[in-house]
């Protein structure tokens, strides 16, 4: 073991061939409303319909949004759980005979996807999922979403809730996966907000991170920021981009849905941070782009050269401590 310290300069000045190039061609597949009593097979007919239009695109993926087999049923309280038939919004067997069919369309048509749905286990755990499909029908990849936004209980002078943090556990691992040409992650809704999601999937070697969302244009604990709804929504995405050296898929689920107007403006966006095309309307909508994942490297190789540039010594305050300590504690 070298008793040198590690020069992280060293390495650096070697200069960096040119990668190879690694096209692939990405889709995000918006939804509109999805009602309440919206049967699956109808939604799945919506999906297939989109993977159509992106097979005929020369998609190769196709990203999909946050709960996109139902309603966002979190935004309402049932006193006891049954009269809402919670269980129907989840999914227990995935492919299950109801969604099968898409799978094997992808399968078909050579076109992989990610899809968001509400998970229920064989032992009654209950997730925000989203899974990633090869163009070979499988499922190489899962997640649950860390990052449960809302509340807990009745909160009755909400317009609407956001029983998020009621009808799902979070999930516990950022993880990423070799496939599609690359490298891929994936985040739900809540998760693209906080920065630590786009490194966590960076620290993996994402180059590629699929994000759905459902995102009501109203937010009830601080209304001033309904305006600025669209505006957060690319902020925080372009600059997760940009910041990992990473492509973001964006995909929502929007329009009015069952009363509660909903952002959309999905969208693909470059390592540069710049968005490479975004839906125009607030229903169902395919956007695309041919992206070269080997780009990534201009920023992964350079101004986020991870390895030589983070000081991850310094950084133990992110996980050490949920909570933000100001000198003197919070009342200063
Ligand atoms: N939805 C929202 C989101 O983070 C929210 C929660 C709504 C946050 C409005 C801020 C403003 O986009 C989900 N499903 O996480």
Known sequence: ???????????????????????????????????????????????????????????????????????????????????????????????????????????????????????????????????????????????????????????????????????????????????????????????RRWPETYRCLALGGAELILIGYNTPKHYAPDPSQDRLQGFHNHLVMQAGAYQNGSYVIGVAKGGNEEGVDSLAESCIVAPSGEILAQCQTEGDELITATIDLSLTANYKNTLFDFERYRRPEVYGAITGQAGATPPGGNDG
């Open 1 to 191: 073991m070298s008793n040198q310290p590690h020069d992280p300069d060293a390495a650096a000045t070697t200069a960096h061939e040119t990668p190879v190039a690694r096209p692939l061609t990405v889709a995000a597949g918006q939804l509109g409303p999805i009602a309440r009593n919206e049967p699956r097979p109808s939604v799945v007919a919506r999906l297939v319909e989109l993977l159509e239009q992106a097979a005929a695109q020369g998609a190769d993926l196709v990203a999909f949004p946050e709960l996109a087999l139902t309603t966002f049923f979190p935004r309402w309280f049932v006193e006891d759980e049954p009269d809402l038939d919670l269980n129907s919004f989840y999914e227990t067997a995935m492919p299950g005979p109801e969604t099968q069919v898409l799978f094997e369309r992808a399968r078909e048509l050579g076109v992989g996807f990610s899809l968001g749905y509400a998970e229920l286990t064989a032992d009654g755990h209950r997730y925000n999922t989203q899974i990633l499909v090869e163009r070979t029908g499988e499922i190489v990849g899962r997640y649950r979403k860390v990052h449960l936004p809302g509340h807990r209980e009745h909160e009755p002078w909400r317009e609407f809730q956001h029983l998020e943090r009621r009808y799902f556990e979070p999930g516990s691992t950022f993880d990423t996966w070799r496939c599609f040409g690359g490298v891929v992650g994936m985040a739900t809704c809540n998760d």
